[in-house]
Structure formats: structure tokens, C-alpha cells
């Protein structure tokens, strides 16, 4: 009768994932009949990113709309981040560079450079992107489509990851994972409840007066999740908001290796949930007994029935992903292990203020 109780999380878990199968907006060449007559800023923060900078760069200034200034925040580089970027000016007229300044009390490194490209910039239309980001061709003339057509002032989207590691196969799936798995992702558009809210830093497309009454990055300056704050502020404003998956057109590879991925999910994870220590420790206990249910049940019908609910979700939300289905399903377990180690981790190193990202301390 105990491993029975396993089974309704396990059953809401596929209930969500199967509706955002079939529901989950992405990007996607549906809205062409919209036209887009606005000024476009792209602003790029770019600490240490001379392996992906030019790469990034290349793919938003072969967009298919024009792009009025592309800004590129050189935040304090020790490599050749710069150097790429001004190689590159002289072909490029609409590419600027500006270098940061340093990093003031108070603030965090990311959030610091968003707010001077905001203050750089001149169009009514910003897309904050990252430096790891990667666009197909008409990307930006989608996502501006998508958000007009939806009446949306902010859109948002998780990029379609790369993954080319083992320790990145067995980290970076947990995004999505999570996501997709305990969020009906279409609702972040049609609900107002401020439970349904999804953002991620790495695409964000903002109507440039939605972003200045938000406050900016300037009102997150401290926060370790600034784009889950920014989101969770225009929500409460009952300002719409749509938050897309990258399908065929939003690509990036957030992390090279484990350590890259330990770091970068330790900043993110527990400050991600919101909520108190002892709250997320319950969640993260009980994520990681119900996903490793057929583990540590006895054998019973419960098993096999969590099994295959267990399977289910995993398909669901690889295909949804575009991740490879076969090897999420054989690291699951392993995975979960993980997510369990990350999710104290971050816990840890988030309350004792010794969070690493970038060389620098959060």
C-alpha cells in the first residue's frame, strides 16, 4: 500500500509533461502574417567568452530582420573576448563594444552588465541574450512575432541545449527536466496566477518600456535568479508574459564539462525555488524518493506502475527537449542522484555566500 503513495506525484508529473507535449509554445514560423516595425537592441554580457562570442555574434547579425545596434558588454575580461569582438567592428556597423565598469557594492556581476547595456542602448525593443546563445537564421524576427501576436510585453526562452559531454548529460537534462515536468508552460501566457512563471536569462525580449517600469536589472541587482525576479514582477503587474521553448532556432550549450555544470546549477538551483531552506529540503528529499521509487519499493504492482510513469515523463519531455531519449532514460537514476547532491550544494554555498561563477564570489 506504501508504494502506491509514490504513484500520484508520479501521475501528476506525466499529466504535465504530456500537456506540455502537446502544448508548450516554442519558437516556431506560425505568425508570419505579423509585421514587426520596431527598433531592435540586442545587448550581449560577455565575461571570459572568447570560445563563443564570435560564434554567437555571427548568428545574430545574419538575422533575417534588421537589427538596429548590436551591444556587447565586455565585463571585465582576463581573455580575448574583446579582442574578437573588435575584429569583427569593422565589418559589422550596427556591432558596438563597450567595456565595463567595475563591478559596484551591492550589485552582482550579470546583473551590473545588463544594466549598463540597458543604459547603452537606444531601441524600444530589447533581447538580452547570452554570450554561449546561438540563433538560426530567423530567430529574432520569430520570437518578435510570437510576442506581438500574443499580446505579450516580455517573452523568454530555454534555448534547445547542446550536449556534448557525459557530465553535461548528466546535469544539464535536469533543466528541462524540472521545467517541463512540474510547469504547464502554456500557462505562464493565459494565467495570472503567480505560480505559473518561467524565465530564463539567456533569452529575454523585452517591450523597452515593460522593462524600465519593472525596474530593470537595476531593481535584481543582488539576485542570484534575476531573471526569475524580473519575471515573477511583471506577472504580479499582470502584465503578459509568454515563455517559449527554443525548438529548431534558439540553440546553447550552457556548460562544457561537470565542473562548468556543478558551478553554474549551484548558483541557480536552490535560489531558483524561492522559498525557505527546510521547504526546499522536503521538495528535494521528496523529488528524489519519488523519481527513485522503483529503486527502493518492494516488488509489487506499484513498481512496475512507477516504472512506466517514470519512463513516460522521460520520453515526454525528451522528445519535447530534443534531447537524446535513450540516454535519459538509462542515466535517469544516476541523474536524480545528482540533482539531489546540486540541489544541497546550492543550498549550502547559496546561504554561506560562497557561490563561484565567473571567478567571482556571490
Not at 519593472?214 to 519575471?231: I, P, Q
Not at 506577472?235 to 503578459?240: A, F, M, S, T
Not at 527537449?321 to 541523474?335: A, D, G, I, M, T
Request: with cysteine; charged share 20%; hydrophobic share 50%.
Amino acid at each position: 500500500m506504501f508504494g502506491f503513495l509514490f504513484l500520484v506525484p508520479l501521475g501528476i508529473a506525466v499529466i504535465i509533461s504530456a500537456y506540455n507535449f502537446i502544448t508548450a509554445p516554442e519558437i516556431k514560423p506560425t505568425y508570419n502574417n505579423f509585421e514587426v516595425d520596431a527598433e531592435i537592441s540586442v545587448l550581449i554580457p560577455a565575461r571570459n567568452e572568447a570560445k563563443n562570442i564570435q560564434e554567437c555574434l555571427e548568428s545574430v547579425l545574419d538575422q533575417d530582420i534588421k537589427i538596429n545596434e548590436v551591444i556587447v558588454l565586455d565585463d571585465q575580461s582576463t581573455d580575448n573576448t574583446a579582442g574578437i569582438v573588435e575584429a569583427m567592428l569593422p565589418e559589422f556597423k550596427n556591432l558596438k563594444l563597450i567595456k565595463g565598469g567595475v563591478l559596484p557594492s551591492g550589485w552582482l556581476g550579470k546583473n551590473f552588465a545588463c544594466h549598463q547595456l540597458y543604459k547603452a542602448s537606444g531601441g524600444n525593443l530589447l533581447l538580452f541574450i547570452d554570450a554561449d546563445v546561438k540563433l538560426k537564421r530567423k530567430a529574432v524576427s520569430l520570437a518578435a512575432k510570437q510576442r506581438i501576436a500574443n499580446n505579450a510585453k516580455m517573452l523568454t526562452v530555454f534555448p534547445t541545449q547542446v550536449i556534448k559531454s557525459f557530465g553535461e548529460l548528466l546535469t544539464v537534462p535536469l533543466m528541462n527536466w524540472l521545467l517541463l515536468s512540474f510547469l504547464p508552460l502554456k500557462k505562464v501566457l493565459t494565467s495570472d496566477r503567480k505560480e505559473f512563471v518561467a524565465a530564463n536569462g539567456q533569452f529575454m525580449f523585452w517591450d523597452r518600456k515593460t522593462y524600465e517600469d519593472s525596474g530593470g536589472h537595476a531593481a535584481v541587482r543582488n539576485k542570484l535568479v534575476e531573471d526569475m525576479e524580473l519575471a515573477r514582477s511583471v506577472k504580479h503587474k499582470k502584465v503578459k508574459i509568454i515563455t517559449l521553448l527554443g525548438g529548431d532556432y534558439i540553440f546553447c550549450r550552457m556548460y562544457g564539462g561537470i565542473i562548468e555544470a556543478f558551478n553554474g546549477f549551484t548558483k541557480n538551483f536552490y535560489a531558483g525555488f524561492n522559498t525557505s531552506p527546510i521547504v526546499f529540503i522536503l521538495l528535494l528529499l521528496a523529488l528524489t524518493l519519488v523519481f527513485l521509487s522503483p529503486v527502493i519499493m518492494t516488488a509489487s504492482a506499484a513498481v512496475y506502475i512507477a516504472s512506466f510513469m517514470i519512463i513516460a515523463n522521460r520520453i515526454l519531455v525528451s522528445l519535447k527537449s530534443r534531447q537524446q531519449v535513450v540516454l535519459n532514460l538509462s542515466l535517469h537514476p544516476f541523474q536524480i542522484i545528482i540533482m539531489f547532491i546540486l540541489g544541497v550544494r546550492s543550498l549550502i554555498k547559496t546561504r554561506t555566500r560562497k557561490v563561484l561563477w565567473k571567478d567571482r564570489k556571490y
